[in-house]
């Protein structure tokens, strides 16, 4: 169930992914959800279902009269002040082959400031929606330290396990659920502590906008772990690290950790 004070781009493109999300579920063996059928503007490969997902989103983006800008379809530019910044389907492997944990992530962005932002969780229908600058009605954990903390971390990558294992053996439980924007939404509720990417530089902006604003506004804060400004910006090949936690004391001691 969206909140009332949705705007009506964010709730029309959000209703819009879930509709062709269970859409393709129906239609689609988990063997063609997860064939790649192109390759997208971030340059990674695109399964069926980010494409079918993407489509239905390209197409309320465009009746709602705001610019689109998404991970396989790059910018689309309908002449508004006003750009939706789109992940239609996080977690796709997840989505194709039915594990339950996928979502919907989008934010508006007015003149290169991300303003609202919404999450969708296919699979239940939970949602999270956040405006910059005004509490939400969820909050962080407030969790400081690392030690008895329960974080997700990004499955271990190369060149990261070193990191990956100094966070792990320092936090109290660990978990890998593979979608990163609903990750960041179980930070900002309070469900997990905290979220980390340990260093493999894997994230676009749409994998974090809509974190950027949802989890300050719960109390939590997004950084990426060199320092590098969290920022909007159409080219799709700047990438981030991405750490989510409840509070700043907890981020630097994940980072610390995470850096050795």
């Known amino acids: 169930m969206l909140a009332q004070d949705v705007h009506p781009a964010l709730g029309a493109t959000a209703r819009a992914a879930s509709r062709a999300y ?28 980010d494409a079918l997902v993407e489509a239905a989103i390209a197409e309320a983006a465009a009746a709602a009269g705001v610019n689109l800008l998404s991970e ?27 594990v339950p944990l996928s979502c919907f992530a989008g934010a508006l962005v007015v003149d290169a400031t991300p303003v609202e932002a919404l999450t969708v969780w296919f699979d239940t229908g939970r949602a999270w929606s956040a405006k910059a ?49 609903l990750e960041t939404m179980l930070v900002a509720e309070g469900s997990v502590d905290a979220f980390a990417d340990p260093g493999s530089d894997t994230h676009r902006l749409m994998d974090l906008i809509a974190a950027m604003v949802t989890l300050p506004a719960a109390g939590g804060v997004l950084l990426d772990l060199r320092g590098r400004p969290l920022e909007f910006d159409p080219d799709l090949s700047r990438r981030w690290s991405g750490v989510a936690a409840a509070t700043p004391r907890l981020a630097d001691e994940l980072i610390a950790t995470a850096l050795g």
């Not at 129906?26 to 069926?48: F, N, Q, S, Y």
């Not at 990558?157 to 109290?172: C, F, I, Q, S, V």
């Open 22 to 49: 269970q859409e393709a579920r129906r239609r689609h063996t988990r063997a063609e959800l997860r064939e790649e059928v192109a390759d997208g503007a971030d340059g990674t490969p695109t399964m069926r279902v």
């Open 72 to 98: 396989e379809a790059g910018f689309l530019d309908h002449g508004s002040a006003v750009t939706l910044v789109v992940d239609p389907v996080d977690g796709s492997a997840n989505a194709a082959m039915g």
């Open 133 to 181: 600058g005004e509490p939400a009605g969820f909050r962080t954990s407030g969790r400081t330290a690392l030690k008895g903390s329960s974080i997700c971390l990004m499955r271990p990558k190369r060149g990261t396990e070193e990191a990956w294992h100094r966070l792990a053996n320092a936090a109290d439980r660990i978990r890998v659920l593979c979608t990163t924007c």
